[in-house]
């Protein structure tokens, strides 16, 4: 009978890893409110891109991954700031990011540094 092994299959295909794995839970990575579609994958990002954002935060001690990577930041203790520069606007963000960021996309006051 089909019908009795697909219902026992489907237990085990749950016991794969996926994304959702309770282990991953503990460590979720913290974002910065940038669109998902708007942030860069690590393999995607080009120098200049990196440069940029370099120059514009040169004395924030930004951190990249939090800001502007889909992975977010999961380092335990970041030595960089999860929080953008208190001057930061979405004009500042505009040229950084993957695609351009939405009209209505503000940044969180809990997201700048006071």
Sequence with gaps: TST???SQERPRTQDLPTKKDPKDTKKQPRLSSIPSKSRWSADSITEETKHKI???FKNA???FFWAFSDTGCT???CPYNHA?????TTETLQPLVREPLPADFNLPQRELRH
Excluded: A, H, I
């Design 4 to 6: 009795g092994n697909s």
């Design 54 to 56: 370099q120059d514009t």
């Design 61 to 63: 001690k930004l951190c």
């Design 75 to 77: 380092k335990r203790r």
């Design 84 to 88: 953008f520069p208190n001057d930061t």
